[in-house]
């Protein structure tokens, strides 16, 4: 299956699925990467790693709609089977998401359904829950709100920040990004009316 990812920053989750592809465990092929910002290190990994990479800034575009419709072209270029977003920092058209209904995945900082949108990290401290953690889930027109596929739960300790958290939370990314694009590059992880369905194997 052909991937592609969508990033908009440093892609340490890029760089867990580039590790996994390379040790032969992601099940699939990262066929190219889209930045929406110039000059961020997601950019630098991929070429690194011999992936294509191309950048989409936002800021040339008037609307939304505009961008989304142009980042759509850019993706389908490649004829991916997934759209991963790895730290995408875009809210996304319900026309675009449609059109990846049930092949494009995203990882989001908490537990959902708490705390969909940003600062999840501090927001999790502020609130003085004891546990934390992050969501791979399927992207639908609702912002962090699609079915989820997989969590990673991350207790909170005594004396955390958000980034000593974000730190522990981003272990775990790293561990349940590549396993989730494993399942769906096997066939395994489906989308199905609205719910996220893992078959046994
Ligand atoms: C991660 O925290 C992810 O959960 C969120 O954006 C961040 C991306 O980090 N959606 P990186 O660019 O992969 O390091």
């Given at each position: 299956p052909r991937i592609v990812v969508l990033l908009s920053g440093s892609g340490t989750n890029l760089q867990a699925l580039i590790d996994a592809e390379a040790g032969g465990e992601l099940g699939g092929k990262i066929v190219g990467v889209i930045s929406n910002r110039p000059?961020?290190?997601?950019?630098?990994?991929a070429e690194a790693a011999g992936i294509d990479a191309q950048l989409l800034d936002h800021t040339g575009f008037s609307s939304r709609d505009a961008f989304d419709a142009a980042l759509q072209s850019l993706i389908d270029q490649y004829r991916p089977d997934l759209v991963v977003l790895a730290g995408f920092m875009r809210i996304l058209t319900p026309a675009f998401t449609?059109?990846?209904q049930g092949r494009m995945l995203n990882i989001h900082p908490?537990?959902?359904?708490?705390?969909?949108?940003?600062?999840?990290?501090?927001r999790a401290l502020d609130a003085g829950d004891d546990c934390h953690g992050v969501t791979v889930h399927f992207v639908t027109a609702e912002l962090d709100g699609g079915p989820a596929?997989?969590?990673a739960i991350v207790p909170i300790i005594e004396g955390d920040t958000?980034?000593?958290?974000?730190?522990?939370?981003?272990?775990?990314?790293?561990?349940i990004y590549p396993m989730a694009v494993r399942w769906f590059a096997e066939g395994r992880l489906k989308y199905h009316q609205g719910k996220a369905w893992l078959d046994e194997q």
């Open positions: 000059g961020v290190k997601g950019l630098q990994r449609e059109h990846y908490s537990l959902l359904p708490k705390y969909q949108g940003l600062h999840t990290h501090q596929v997989i969590q958000a980034e000593s958290l974000s730190a522990r939370v981003q272990v775990q990314e790293h561990k």
